[in-house]
């Protein structure tokens, strides 16, 4: 079959396509990667609070603090999948070349990403997320979009990087 193409090929000259993923949508935002690192975040507070405030490790106890450390390895792990996938799908050579910190910066938030899935720690979570924003910053600069920060809506109120519209 393979052989059959290639003479087809030599005769009608196929055109080649290119897309950058199975399904050339074109829709990258790291702004599912900023939440999940803010849910990192959340989720370390919460968990600090959850001990601080419960005087009696019963069953409870533990079912909560299980729930709470899921949803935190969860959200680290949704981080490193939404940089993995736009930093392999969408960042090219020409990107790099114009922000060379790109390859260190998609590295320490997998390192992050992974650090908080072992430990409960909030400056791990706050850094990741700080990475994530810087990430955010140059995703948008290569799309020729400006940015501005804000705090988020709600708890734990920490910066986010947005596209101005």
């Known amino acids: ?3 059959i193409i290639k003479l ?6 196929f055109s080649v396509a290119r897309a950058h993923c199975d399904i050339p949508c074109g829709i990258y935002d790291p702004i599912t990667a900023q939440i999940a690192a803010l849910t990192v975040v959340r989720m370390d507070d919460l968990i600090d609070e959850h001990h601080a405030q419960s005087k009696i490790q ?3 106890f533990y079912n909560k603090l299980v729930r709470l450390i899921n949803v935190k390895e969860e959200h680290s792990e949704k981080v490193k999948h939404e ?7 969408f960042i090219k050579g020409e990107h790099i070349e114009k922000f060379p910190e790109l390859p260190l910066l998609f590295h320490k938030i997998m390192q992050l990403g992974s650090a908080d899935k072992q430990k409960s720690d909030r400056a ?4 990741l997320l700080e990475k994530v924003n810087r990430f955010a910053e140059i995703f948008w600069e290569i799309k020729g979009i400006k ?3 804000a705090k988020a809506p709600y708890a734990p109120n920490l910066e ?5 519209h």
């Open 160 to 164: 986010f990087v947005y596209p101005e």
């Open 147 to 149: 940015t501005k920060k």
């Open 8 to 13: 087809l090929d030599k005769i009608f000259r």
């Open 1 to 3: 079959m393979h052989k």
């Open 83 to 89: 940089i993995r996938v736009i930093f392999g799908d």
């Open 124 to 127: 791990t979570a706050v850094e």
């Open 58 to 60: 019963d069953k409870e």
